[in-house]
Protein backbone atom coordinates (compact mmCIF):
# COMPACT_ATOMS: atom_id res chain seq x y z
CA UNK A 1 0.00 0.00 0.00
CA UNK A 2 1.27 3.91 -0.83
CA UNK A 3 2.35 6.11 2.06
CA UNK A 4 -0.21 8.57 2.52
CA UNK A 5 1.75 10.46 5.61
CA UNK A 6 -0.14 13.80 4.81
CA UNK A 7 -2.16 14.63 2.05
CA UNK A 8 -2.46 18.20 0.91
CA UNK A 9 -5.35 19.78 0.08
CA UNK A 10 -4.35 21.94 -2.82
CA UNK A 11 -7.84 24.32 -3.46
CA UNK A 12 -7.11 25.26 -7.00
CA UNK A 13 -7.00 29.26 -6.38
CA UNK A 14 -3.65 29.50 -6.83
CA UNK A 15 -4.79 30.74 -10.61
CA UNK A 16 -6.12 33.16 -9.46
CA UNK A 17 -3.23 35.00 -7.15
CA UNK A 18 -1.02 37.33 -8.48
CA UNK A 19 2.05 36.45 -9.84
CA UNK A 20 0.15 33.13 -11.36
CA UNK A 21 0.67 34.05 -14.97
CA UNK A 22 3.90 31.91 -15.67
CA UNK A 23 4.10 28.27 -14.88
CA UNK A 24 7.49 29.36 -12.58
CA UNK A 25 4.73 31.82 -11.00
CA UNK A 26 2.04 29.37 -10.43
CA UNK A 27 4.35 26.26 -8.92
CA UNK A 28 5.58 28.77 -6.50
CA UNK A 29 2.54 29.97 -5.20
CA UNK A 30 1.36 26.39 -3.84
CA UNK A 31 3.84 23.55 -4.90
CA UNK A 32 7.13 24.32 -3.90
CA UNK A 33 6.95 24.94 -0.42
CA UNK A 34 5.51 21.31 0.53
CA UNK A 35 8.94 19.59 -1.26
CA UNK A 36 11.22 17.82 1.19
CA UNK A 37 8.41 18.18 3.65
CA UNK A 38 5.88 14.78 4.95
CA UNK A 39 3.27 15.51 2.23
CA UNK A 40 3.01 12.29 -0.06
CA UNK A 41 0.22 13.03 -1.61
CA UNK A 42 -2.02 16.13 -3.17
CA UNK A 43 -5.64 17.38 -3.75
CA UNK A 44 -5.70 19.58 -6.34
CA UNK A 45 -9.12 21.21 -6.97
CA UNK A 46 -10.20 22.70 -10.42
CA UNK A 47 -13.63 24.17 -9.58
CA UNK A 48 -16.80 23.69 -8.70
CA UNK A 49 -19.88 22.34 -10.17
CA UNK A 50 -19.31 24.22 -14.27
CA UNK A 51 -16.77 26.17 -13.45
CA UNK A 52 -12.91 25.20 -13.80
CA UNK A 53 -9.83 27.10 -14.04
CA UNK A 54 -8.09 24.06 -16.40
CA UNK A 55 -9.07 24.26 -19.90
CA UNK A 56 -12.43 22.31 -20.70
CA UNK A 57 -15.34 21.60 -23.40
CA UNK A 58 -17.65 20.41 -20.70
CA UNK A 59 -18.14 24.05 -18.57
CA UNK A 60 -16.69 27.67 -18.18
CA UNK A 61 -13.18 28.32 -17.51
CA UNK A 62 -12.62 31.01 -14.30
CA UNK A 63 -13.21 34.69 -16.03
CA UNK A 64 -13.90 32.94 -19.73
CA UNK A 65 -16.76 35.86 -19.92
CA UNK A 66 -15.42 38.47 -17.50
CA UNK A 67 -14.72 42.11 -19.18
CA UNK A 68 -12.56 44.40 -17.91
CA UNK A 69 -14.01 47.17 -14.78
CA UNK A 70 -16.13 43.67 -14.07
CA UNK A 71 -14.90 41.62 -10.72
CA UNK A 72 -11.44 42.31 -9.91
CA UNK A 73 -10.32 38.72 -8.72
CA UNK A 74 -12.26 37.57 -12.27
CA UNK A 75 -9.97 39.67 -14.14
CA UNK A 76 -7.10 38.55 -12.34
CA UNK A 77 -7.89 34.35 -13.22
CA UNK A 78 -8.62 35.72 -16.78
CA UNK A 79 -5.39 37.35 -17.56
CA UNK A 80 -3.71 34.08 -15.40
CA UNK A 81 -5.40 31.43 -17.61
CA UNK A 82 -4.92 33.36 -20.86
CA UNK A 83 -0.84 34.05 -19.92
CA UNK A 84 -0.61 30.09 -18.81
CA UNK A 85 -2.55 29.12 -22.00
CA UNK A 86 -0.50 31.53 -24.45
CA UNK A 87 2.88 29.91 -22.97
CA UNK A 88 0.84 26.44 -23.51
CA UNK A 89 0.25 25.68 -19.82
CA UNK A 90 -2.79 24.58 -17.82
CA UNK A 91 -2.94 24.61 -14.42
CA UNK A 92 -4.51 21.14 -14.05
CA UNK A 93 -1.52 19.88 -16.33
CA UNK A 94 0.91 22.06 -14.15
CA UNK A 95 -0.20 20.59 -11.07
CA UNK A 96 -0.11 16.75 -12.32
CA UNK A 97 3.70 17.29 -13.90
CA UNK A 98 4.83 18.87 -10.47
CA UNK A 99 3.60 15.73 -8.71
CA UNK A 100 4.95 13.20 -11.25
CA UNK A 101 8.34 14.67 -11.28
CA UNK A 102 8.41 14.93 -7.27
CA UNK A 103 6.96 11.68 -6.41
CA UNK A 104 4.15 12.61 -5.37
CA UNK A 105 1.06 10.93 -5.69
CA UNK A 106 -2.26 13.38 -7.27
CA UNK A 107 -5.43 12.01 -5.85
CA UNK A 108 -8.90 13.18 -8.05
CA UNK A 109 -11.39 10.86 -6.95
CA UNK A 110 -12.67 10.58 -2.91
CA UNK A 111 -12.44 7.28 -1.15
CA UNK A 112 -14.88 4.38 -1.32
CA UNK A 113 -16.17 2.52 1.18
CA UNK A 114 -13.74 0.08 3.02
CA UNK A 115 -10.41 1.89 2.47
CA UNK A 116 -8.41 3.65 4.28
CA UNK A 117 -9.27 6.67 6.26
CA UNK A 118 -7.34 10.28 5.93
CA UNK A 119 -9.52 12.66 8.32
CA UNK A 120 -8.88 16.57 7.98
CA UNK A 121 -6.87 19.00 9.56
CA UNK A 122 -8.79 22.03 8.29
CA UNK A 123 -6.81 25.89 8.80
CA UNK A 124 -10.34 27.35 8.23
CA UNK A 125 -11.14 25.28 11.88
CA UNK A 126 -7.84 26.23 13.26
CA UNK A 127 -8.81 29.42 15.42
CA UNK A 128 -10.36 28.80 18.79
CA UNK A 129 -10.59 31.72 21.36
CA UNK A 130 -8.32 34.96 20.21
CA UNK A 131 -7.50 33.04 17.32
CA UNK A 132 -4.68 30.52 19.45
CA UNK A 133 -5.42 27.36 17.65
CA UNK A 134 -3.91 28.80 14.79
CA UNK A 135 -0.47 28.08 16.39
CA UNK A 136 1.61 25.18 15.71
CA UNK A 137 0.69 23.83 19.51
CA UNK A 138 -2.45 23.54 18.47
CA UNK A 139 -1.79 21.55 14.93
CA UNK A 140 0.25 19.17 16.32
CA UNK A 141 -2.31 18.35 19.19
CA UNK A 142 -4.91 17.93 16.25
CA UNK A 143 -3.01 15.67 14.38
CA UNK A 144 -1.67 13.83 17.49
CA UNK A 145 -5.77 12.79 18.28
CA UNK A 146 -5.73 11.67 14.42
CA UNK A 147 -3.27 9.10 14.52
CA UNK A 148 -3.86 8.20 18.30
CA UNK A 149 -7.33 7.25 16.41
CA UNK A 150 -5.62 4.93 14.15
CA UNK A 151 -5.68 7.17 11.01
CA UNK A 152 -3.74 5.78 7.80
CA UNK A 153 -2.03 9.65 7.19
CA UNK A 154 -3.78 13.04 7.72
CA UNK A 155 -4.97 15.75 5.05
CA UNK A 156 -4.40 19.19 5.37
CA UNK A 157 -7.14 21.69 4.34
CA UNK A 158 -7.11 25.49 3.08
CA UNK A 159 -3.44 25.67 4.42
CA UNK A 160 -1.01 27.43 1.54
CA UNK A 161 2.18 28.02 2.10
CA UNK A 162 4.51 30.40 0.32
CA UNK A 163 7.45 29.00 2.06
CA UNK A 164 8.86 25.59 3.92
CA UNK A 165 6.34 25.36 6.74
CA UNK A 166 6.59 23.23 9.69
CA UNK A 167 3.28 21.79 9.66
CA UNK A 168 3.96 19.89 6.76
CA UNK A 169 7.36 18.24 8.39
CA UNK A 170 5.78 17.14 12.14
CA UNK A 171 2.02 16.14 11.59
CA UNK A 172 3.08 13.53 8.67
CA UNK A 173 3.52 10.66 11.94
CA UNK A 174 3.36 9.91 15.39
CA UNK A 175 7.13 9.72 15.82
CA UNK A 176 7.83 13.25 14.29
CA UNK A 177 5.46 14.65 16.73
CA UNK A 178 6.79 12.76 19.58
CA UNK A 179 8.32 15.44 22.41
CA UNK A 180 6.84 18.36 20.42
CA UNK A 181 5.07 21.10 22.73
CA UNK A 182 1.11 20.55 21.70
CA UNK A 183 -2.23 21.99 22.67
CA UNK A 184 -5.26 19.83 22.51
CA UNK A 185 -8.50 21.07 22.73
CA UNK A 186 -12.55 20.64 22.63
CA UNK A 187 -13.74 22.03 19.44
CA UNK A 188 -15.14 26.15 20.01
CA UNK A 189 -16.98 26.55 16.93
CA UNK A 190 -19.78 24.74 14.99
CA UNK A 191 -19.24 23.50 11.21
CA UNK A 192 -21.56 25.36 9.32
CA UNK A 193 -19.90 24.67 5.73
CA UNK A 194 -22.94 22.97 3.85
CA UNK A 195 -22.97 19.17 3.84
CA UNK A 196 -20.43 19.38 6.76
CA UNK A 197 -23.32 20.25 9.09
CA UNK A 198 -24.94 16.85 8.64
CA UNK A 199 -21.55 14.70 8.25
CA UNK A 200 -20.63 15.66 11.74
CA UNK A 201 -21.08 14.94 15.01
CA UNK A 202 -20.96 17.90 17.12
CA UNK A 203 -23.12 17.68 20.21
CA UNK A 204 -19.93 18.33 22.29
CA UNK A 205 -18.98 21.62 20.61
CA UNK A 206 -18.55 24.22 23.14
CA UNK A 207 -19.76 27.11 24.72
CA UNK A 208 -21.94 24.43 26.76
CA UNK A 209 -24.41 25.41 29.95
CA UNK A 210 -23.78 24.47 33.15
CA UNK A 211 -27.14 23.65 34.87
CA UNK A 212 -28.04 26.49 37.74
CA UNK A 213 -29.42 23.47 39.76
CA UNK A 214 -26.73 21.56 40.52
CA UNK A 215 -26.72 19.76 37.36
CA UNK A 216 -23.21 18.73 35.89
CA UNK A 217 -21.96 19.34 32.05
CA UNK A 218 -19.46 17.77 30.45
CA UNK A 219 -17.11 17.34 27.51
CA UNK A 220 -14.64 14.77 26.24
CA UNK A 221 -11.36 16.36 26.01
CA UNK A 222 -8.79 14.39 23.47
CA UNK A 223 -5.34 13.80 24.21
CA UNK A 224 -3.66 12.13 22.08
CA UNK A 225 0.19 11.83 23.38
CA UNK A 226 0.62 10.02 26.61
CA UNK A 227 0.97 12.29 29.14
CA UNK A 228 1.97 9.57 32.46
CA UNK A 229 4.55 7.44 30.17
CA UNK A 230 6.27 11.13 29.08
CA UNK A 231 5.99 12.06 33.12
CA UNK A 232 7.65 8.64 33.76
CA UNK A 233 10.08 9.36 31.10
CA UNK A 234 11.17 12.79 32.59
CA UNK A 235 10.30 13.84 29.52
CA UNK A 236 7.54 16.41 30.64
CA UNK A 237 8.32 19.76 31.73
CA UNK A 238 4.17 20.75 32.24
CA UNK A 239 0.75 19.94 31.79
CA UNK A 240 -1.72 22.88 32.50
CA UNK A 241 -5.28 22.41 31.96
CA UNK A 242 -7.37 25.47 31.23
CA UNK A 243 -11.05 26.56 31.47
CA UNK A 244 -13.12 29.33 30.11
CA UNK A 245 -16.25 30.71 31.32
CA UNK A 246 -18.91 33.28 30.45
CA UNK A 247 -19.37 35.44 32.34
CA UNK A 248 -16.38 35.79 33.42
CA UNK A 249 -18.01 36.73 37.20
CA UNK A 250 -19.06 33.91 37.90
CA UNK A 251 -15.97 31.74 37.32
CA UNK A 252 -15.51 31.64 41.22
CA UNK A 253 -18.61 29.40 41.43
CA UNK A 254 -17.58 26.84 38.85
CA UNK A 255 -16.53 23.17 39.96
CA UNK A 256 -14.20 21.21 38.09
CA UNK A 257 -13.78 17.61 37.81
CA UNK A 258 -10.89 15.88 35.71
CA UNK A 259 -11.67 12.17 34.78
CA UNK A 260 -13.28 11.69 38.18
CA UNK A 261 -11.24 13.94 40.23
CA UNK A 262 -11.95 17.76 41.69
CA UNK A 263 -9.11 19.65 41.14
CA UNK A 264 -8.23 22.99 42.74
CA UNK A 265 -7.09 25.96 40.34
CA UNK A 266 -3.26 27.07 40.84
CA UNK A 267 -4.35 30.23 38.65
CA UNK A 268 -7.17 32.44 37.91
CA UNK A 269 -7.70 34.85 35.75
CA UNK A 270 -11.39 36.38 37.36
CA UNK A 271 -11.30 39.55 34.16
CA UNK A 272 -11.18 37.01 31.84
CA UNK A 273 -13.01 34.56 33.17
CA UNK A 274 -9.89 32.00 33.22
CA UNK A 275 -8.79 29.20 35.43
CA UNK A 276 -5.57 27.00 35.46
CA UNK A 277 -5.00 23.47 36.94
CA UNK A 278 -2.07 21.53 36.81
CA UNK A 279 -3.86 17.65 37.48
CA UNK A 280 -1.53 14.97 37.92
CA UNK A 281 0.26 13.58 34.83
CA UNK A 282 -1.02 9.74 35.94
CA UNK A 283 -4.75 11.19 35.90
CA UNK A 284 -4.46 12.04 32.04
CA UNK A 285 -5.66 9.04 29.52
CA UNK A 286 -4.25 8.98 26.15
CA UNK A 287 -7.38 9.40 24.28
CA UNK A 288 -10.84 10.91 25.45
CA UNK A 289 -10.72 12.56 28.98
CA UNK A 290 -13.66 13.75 30.94
CA UNK A 291 -13.93 17.47 31.59
CA UNK A 292 -17.27 17.99 33.97
CA UNK A 293 -18.38 21.22 35.72
CA UNK A 294 -20.85 22.15 38.11
CA UNK A 295 -21.49 25.33 40.46
CA UNK A 296 -20.37 25.38 43.96
CA UNK A 297 -23.37 26.79 44.82
CA UNK A 298 -26.54 26.02 42.83
CA UNK A 299 -27.69 29.39 41.07
CA UNK A 300 -31.86 29.89 41.16
CA UNK A 301 -31.04 31.63 37.55
CA UNK A 302 -31.36 30.90 34.02
CA UNK A 303 -30.15 27.45 33.49
CA UNK A 304 -27.05 28.89 30.58
CA UNK A 305 -26.05 31.68 33.21
CA UNK A 306 -22.65 30.00 32.99
CA UNK A 307 -20.91 28.86 30.42
CA UNK A 308 -18.05 26.98 29.29
CA UNK A 309 -16.03 28.44 26.25
CA UNK A 310 -13.00 26.67 26.45
CA UNK A 311 -11.26 23.69 27.52
CA UNK A 312 -7.98 22.82 26.76
CA UNK A 313 -4.61 20.74 27.57
CA UNK A 314 -1.56 22.92 27.23
CA UNK A 315 1.62 20.32 27.03
CA UNK A 316 5.05 21.44 26.96
CA UNK A 317 8.33 19.12 26.91
CA UNK A 318 12.21 18.71 28.18
Not at 45 to 64: K, L
Not at 139 to 167: K, T, Y
Not at 182 to 193: I, M, R, S, W
Not at 257 to 275: A, E, H, K, S, W
Request: proline content about 7%; overall charge neutral; hydrophobic content about 40%.
Amino acid sequence: MRRRRLIYNNDGCDAMDEGAATRQGFLARRFEAILGSQVDSVFYCTGATTMFTHRTRVGETYGEFCKDGGDPAAALARDNLRALAAAGHDPLELAVDFCHRNGLEMIELGHRHGLPVYPTISASGMRGPGGRYSSIEAWRGAASNLWRSGAEGVVIFNLFPHAPDPRFSELGSPETLTGLDKVFAVDPVQTLEGDLVQAIVQEQVLPISVPGAGGIASVALPIGDDIPAAARQAKLKSMKLLVEASPPRSIGLLEVRFNGRILVPRDRDPQNGRLWFTPSPDLCRAGPNEAAFRLAIPSSGPADALQITAVEAQVQYR
